[in-house]
């Protein structure tokens, strides 16, 4: 067996010593190098920004400024459907009908009641001018010397009394109404119109359904004006303007062009995420796109 020399096995041990050294730093550099990847199941970002700093283009889908849910004012039973998904509407348009006879029979045993305290306070304020007659007349024959003191005290007590009493009918009488005016208030909660005009989205209720208050009954949606909302970065202050005209599309309708115009720039810039909030309306007719739909729109950069 050859014996090693001294010098080699030297160079062998050093070797070994720096073998775990390069190893470390080679995949620090492989780390370094390797491009970053999306967090699993995170959204796709609303802004896309090209490599170039010309400008960027802008992905949202298309909004209208009127569009809800219709909610139940009160609690109560669907008696009648007016209004189906796809159907459009005007603003006070019936949608849905409850089931309102007992507030239907209250209302008008109120309006009675009512009608019998209106015909009381006649009554009593008619009394009360005679009270306040016999009060005149009893002054002037204690002026006289024809009547005495303590009966002028009785007419003018019962005057006072019979004015305490007209006071005390017009309060019930107030009363009365307000109560009135309450059922009245309930009974147009029956009635679900729809708030603006527009399309039935949505219908979330069948005929005959028990709802509460604040159960979703309808989803109305205006046709128009379409829009955009999204934000910039805050380069772009300056650049873009209430007014200025940008071109969009859709990639639902490749072959269409439309252009958007600016209606709304934030005064302010978020200093989370260093951006503009801008607000876009469509020129034009619609056409073929419809509220949901995706869009996108260029932005250029002027600097």
Not at 43 to 55: H, I, K, N, T
Not at 152 to 157: T, V, W
Request: glycine letters at 6%; charged letters at 25%.
């Amino acid at each position: 067996m050859r014996r090693r020399k001294p010098n080699d096995l030297a160079l062998m041990l050093l070797g070994a010593a720096l073998l775990p050294g390069l190893a470390c730093s080679q995949k620090s550099m492989e780390v370094a190098a390797a491009p970053a990847s999306p967090a699993s199941g995170a959204p796709a970002p609303a802004v896309s920004v090209p490599s170039s700093d010309s400008g960027l283009t802008v992905s949202g889908p298309l909004i209208v400024e009127h569009q809800l849910d219709v909610l139940a004012q009160r609690d109560g039973v669907i008696a009648e459907l007016r209004s189906e998904a796809g159907a459009r509407v005007h603003a006070g348009d019936l949608l849905a009908q409850f089931d309102d006879r007992q507030l239907t029979a209250d209302l008008e045993a109120a309006r009675a009641k009512t009608r019998s305290m209106e015909a009381d306070l006649r009554n009593w304020e008619a009394e009360a001018k005679v009270m306040q007659a016999d009060y005149d007349r009893a002054q002037k024959m204690w002026d006289a010397h024809i009547i005495s003191n303590e009966q002028l005290e009785h007419a003018k007590f019962k005057a006072e009394s019979e004015t305490w009493d007209v006071r005390r009918v017009r309060e019930l009488l107030t009363d009365a109404n307000q109560t009135q005016r309450s059922l009245e208030l309930e009974l147009e909660k029956t009635q679900i119109r729809a708030p603006f005009s527009g399309v039935v989205a949505r219908r979330y209720v069948r005929q005959g359904q028990q709802v509460v208050k604040g159960d979703r009954l309808f989803w109305v949606t205006a046709e128009g004006p379409l829009g955009m909302r999204f934000t910039l970065p805050e380069k772009f202050i300056g650049q873009i303007q209430k007014g200025q005209v940008l071109p969009m599309m859709t990639p639902d309708l490749p072959d269409q062009k439309y252009r958007v115009r600016v209606v709304q720039v934030s005064p302010v810039v978020d200093p989370a995420s260093s951006t503009i909030e801008v607000a876009v309306e469509l020129e034009g007719k619609p056409g073929s796109l419809r509220p949901g739909m995706d869009a996108n729109v260029r932005v250029e950069n002027m600097r």
